[in-house]
């Protein structure tokens, strides 16, 4: 049996599951279709003031919606199997004010310990940074030259925040800025999540 | 029909190989794979360009490539600081210390080869069109040098030159940067996935199924590939770093190969570990690199490598966001090994990744993987060639000298050598290849005679130059047999290379040397009892090429190796 079937019964299988748990630990009490719940969490332009999705001209990738680890391929290559088990994918690119940009991933796991064991994993792998208002076992962050990658996990939503464009005027990162910045996106998710 | 490449030295070391083959009555066909230019690609012990060792890899460090750090990821940030002059001028710089020549235009000819006349040549440049407006992709100003030098100096048709990538579509990106006449832009065709070249043709692999490339590589109608990668790390297939910790020249063909009913994708070829530990070797990954669509043709196809490491990923994974600047440009023709190196230089180390490091699991998985790099392709920890510097540093380029290293391929002793080319061949495989401090500088291009025969013994270099009207001296007794030292001599004029092997007898031969074009000539080693030595070359710039018979072709070097004590016997039989 090849991975692809592997991965569609995976899926499937899962999915059923959700059913089952009667949206216990799924996005809501009702299992979402995959467009419905790129809807939900897709941030409305100014949703968060001064944040908007990138342009198609810049960025025709600036939204997506993916079903399947195969599908991921395409958006972040082999990369795509450490998050196999996801039911639905989300991944939209925002601009906001010059020259801060904001990479929102939500991930549906079905369950809140898939979600759980994705946000370990990255904890484990260095993201060690604080978003203030939140636990270290629900939110943290990895830094780098201009910005933070942020992982997050609410119920079974798994959440990466890849954010670009915090670096002050003396060209060093602006962290209390990036993660007061991820804060409030954390903010909106949560609402979202509920 | 007038061809673009450099051939003098090549047909000769095959005439002369096949010359030896003749007495010994093996198929001189045979000797067209050791002496490389495949064209059904990888073979062991071959040369992308005779003029260039693989092992070469240079590195420009430069904090002036960009002008401020990018603001922020998105792809406009990603070009907006970048001196395309300064990139332009480091990569002239770079080709001339790859190919040790003195000027940018010799050394883009060397390094560019053709068998049709430019007019006609067909170039592909892959490209990494994965993820989104702010994932880490090569730059812009880096292609448009390769097609300056391609149009400008070659005359290379842009209607020829193709920018593609056929697993995520390259036009999202860069066809704003592109144009057919505006010199201020790429000047190339960009193909959406495979279209520009032919669409995809179905492949067939040993490790993995299902796979298609596009139908110009496999079918050869592309003469020239240039594989140009972004520097980043990978998390690998379930998360487990299984490539090595890194997606660069190599896995940047994940996207020349893609899922035969599904272009889109490169699924088919991720290997996936289960967890496993250690990861399991991407075989799929060498087998494309290996494959005819990438290193077939003569000359060779893919003829440069290029790891834009303007900036880099370190935590951030294969699509994400750069997230370290890096100041480096990495140059080589051997894609194994410039990642090897690219990997172990860059991205693995903390001081240069220091803003975001590779996580520790990625580190323990690429000291398992990355070495494969090299035993994939029959190379040894011990070989691969590091050249870092700074703009303001340049190492010194002399021409003439230490173009051949005789990568020591060969043991030997014994041996045969022609007058002023007739190249020895033979000796056994070399294993080991401690590197040795070259001996004394080739008095590169001067019309010094080589002194054939004599040089050698671990070092020594031949005067190189031209005509080595050597021959060696196969001092009786000598049991193994001949060095060749193919070298392909990156610099200087004059003689063809001139095996010289010496064996004094026994276990102590003295390796023959080469002195060709005029450069270093290198000591191949003596028997096995020297055979870890390889002689660099006697000046600061190294140089190129090439070793023995194939080095790790045993079968081969035995034959060789017979056949070369028997033309010994013949001579001093005919005392010639």
Redesign the interface.
Known sequence: MNRTTLSTLCVAGLALAAVACSGGNSAGPTVLSPTEFGQKFKFADNELPGWTQAKADVDPAAFNVYTSTDDLVARIDGAADAYAGFRVAVFQDLMGPDPQTCNVVTMDFVTAAKATDKFTYQKDNGATTTIPGYDGTVATASTNLTGINVYAHFNALYFELQMSGYMDQSQNLDLNKATSAAAQFLAVLKTKSN | MPTNSHPGRRDFLKTAAAGAAGAMGVSALKFDKIFAQSTGGWVAGMQINPAIDNRRVICCHDTKMLT??????????QNANVDEKQVGANLDQMAMLLTNKTSAADAWSTIFRSSKPWGSTKVAMKTNG?????TNRPRVAIYKKITDVLVDQLGVQPSNIILYDN??NAT?YYSPSLSLTDSTKIRAVISSRASALGGFKAVTLTNAQGISCAADLVDGNIDILVNVAACKS??????HFS?GSC?LCMKNH?GTFTDGTRA????NL?V?NSGASPPPPPLALFEINKHSAVLGGNPVRQQICIVDALVSN????????????TDRLVMGTFAPIVDYLAANKILLDTTIMS???I???GVTNAAIILPMFLTQFGYAATDPQWIEYTPDNVPAITPGTGGTTATGGTTSAGGSSGRGGTSAAGGTPRTGATTGSGGVPGTGGSSTPGSGGTTASGGTTSAGGTTSASSSTSDGGSTTAGTTAMSSSAGGTGGAATTAASASGGSSGTGGASAGHGTTASAAGGSAKAAALEATHGGSSGGCSVAGADRRSTPWGAMLAVGAVVAGKLRRWTGG
């Open positions: 401020a750090i990018p603001a922020n990821q998105t792809w406009a940030g994965i993820g989104s407006n702010t697993c995520d999202t990978h998390n690998g297939t379930g998360g490539y997606t994940l889109q994708y490169s699924d991720h996936g370190g935590n951030s994974g294969p699509g994400g966001g750069w997230d370290n600047k803003k975001s490091p996580p520790a699991l």
